[in-house]
């Protein structure tokens, strides 16, 4: 019994490698870098979006993936960006991620001939969305600094799973008992030498670095063909 669920997995996560291989030829024929931008709830996705990308130096679009609703999508278009909200829900709770084949689903609504960079926004959650790749040229997740200094070591798959993890809400440590050089040393241990950045999508502290480090990722997507 225990065997059969493992293949089924095994299955599950071979068909989602198999439409993540279509997802990058797609992006690769229009030219178009992409992002898969995760973390747990709340840990401030859209405000970093809704604080950089009307700056980045390239032509952006969004993916906002979520249970339901179409509230960051609402909050996004202000920054006249095409943004396509993709929900999870099909009337049984929803999906705790996006998986290669719902992203497939959605690319027929991107322009992607008019972009260079693809973000995708991913449901909040601190495990799931790391086991499911969708196609994206780079993982970044964010942490914010209210949820401890102990999650790169209890959730290790995300922090591993990724190229940039951003530490948000630095504008709070005043006020926590967040211990940074903790955090670091956690993250260190679970993926030595992840780039990292502290910043605040409160204040805009921190935050040019993410904006610079996007454009830089938009500007290694190939030729369209
Ligand atoms: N103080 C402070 N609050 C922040 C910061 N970034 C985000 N927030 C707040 O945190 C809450 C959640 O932010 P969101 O940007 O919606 O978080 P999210 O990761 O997109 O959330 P989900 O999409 O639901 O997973 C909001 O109340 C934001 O105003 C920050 O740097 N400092
Ligand atoms: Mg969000």
Not at 15 to 21: K, L, S
């Amino acid at each position: 019994m225990h065997r059969t669920k493992v293949k089924v997995a095994e299955d599950a996560l071979d068909a989602n490698t198999t439409i993540a291989a279509a997802n990058r030829a797609d992006f690769d024929r229009h030219g178009v870098s992409v992002v898969n931008f995760m973390s747990a709830p709340g840990a401030g996705k859209t405000t970093l979006l809704e604080r950089v990308l009307g700056e980045v130096d390239a032509r952006v679009g969004v993916l906002e993936g979520d249970v339901q609703g179409s509230a960051d999508a609402d909050r996004l278009s202000a920054l006249h960006l095409p943004v396509v909200q993709l929900n999870t829900d099909s009337g049984f709770g929803g999906e705790c991620h996006l998986d290669a084949n719902m992203v497939r689903s959605a690319l027929g609504d991107l322009p992607l001939e008019d972009l260079d960079l693809l973000v995708i926004e991913n449901v909040g959650n601190l495990v799931c969305p790391a086991e499911f790749k969708v196609g994206e040229d780079a993982r970044v997740m964010v942490s914010s600094v209210t949820e401890g200094e102990d999650k790169p070591f209890k959730y290790p798959l995300m922090f591993r799973a990724c190229e940039l993890v951003l530490i948000n809400k630095i504008d709070l440590l005043e006020h926590l008992d967040f211990d940074l050089d903790r955090f670091l040393y956690h993250l260190d241990a679970v993926h030595p030498g992840v780039e990292h950045m502290l910043l605040s999508a409160k204040t805009g502290e921190g935050t040019e670095a993410f904006r610079d480090w996007l454009t830089g990722v938009a500007k290694t997507a190939p030729a369209p063909a």
